[in-house]
């Protein structure tokens, strides 16, 4: 029985032998093979926010007419837009994008008919978030269609009723008809 004992152990030590240099030559491949290939790199998402936020700023905390041109809204409506979405509701900060970040999104792409591609440099976003963003928004936008999309009226305004250039086309749209 000693025989039998010791040549076991004999065994094990020679298996655990084993086991342990095919896992150093397994971890020197590895490295070999990790230093072989190059990396990707990636910029440091603080760099992206920063970047994101002075796009911010130049879009709706400089001028009113920076603010104009870039949203087709001055500040104080835009402002006050993403407040009635925040007090309703209807739309949340996340824990990377603010309500106001989605709005202008949302802006640029209705005012500017702009794809979500030519956004991304602009807010540092992946398409798949700004199509995120956009859809909440326009969900929001369309909550508050009682309040802020008024219906046509049949009503002409009396520049166009009094000029003899522009009343014979509107005449055709704004006469009651006779049936």
Excluded: W
Excluded at 9 to 36: C, D, E, H, K, T
Excluded at 121 to 128: D, V
Excluded at 157 to 168: D, G, L, V, W, Y
């Amino acid at each position: 029985m000693d025989e039998l004992a010791r040549k076991r152990r004999q065994l094990i030590v020679r298996g655990a032998g084993l086991v342990a240099g095919l896992y150093a030559y397994m971890m020197v491949m590895f490295r070999r093979s990790r230093q072989q290939t190059p990396r990707i790199t990636v910029g440091s998402m603080a760099d992206r926010a920063i970047s994101r936020e002075s796009n911010l700023r130049y879009i709706y905390h400089s001028s009113d007419i920076n603010c104009s041109n870039q949203l087709r809204m001055r500040k104080a409506p835009f402002f006050r837009l993403c407040a009635i979405f925040r007090e309703r509701n209807l739309l949340l900060d996340s824990i990377h994008t603010s309500i106001e970040e989605q709005v202008a999104m949302f802006l640029l792409i209705v005012g500017h008919n702009q794809r979500y591609r030519t956004l991304q440099p602009i807010f540092r976003r992946s398409i798949e978030v700004i199509s995120r963003y956009f859809k909440a928004v326009l969900y929001a936008v369309g909550e508050l269609r009682d309040e802020m999309i008024q219906p046509p009226s049949n009503h002409c305004h009396r520049k166009i009723q009094e000029s003899t250039r522009f009343n014979p086309y509107f005449k055709v749209i704004f006469e009651p008809r006779h049936i």
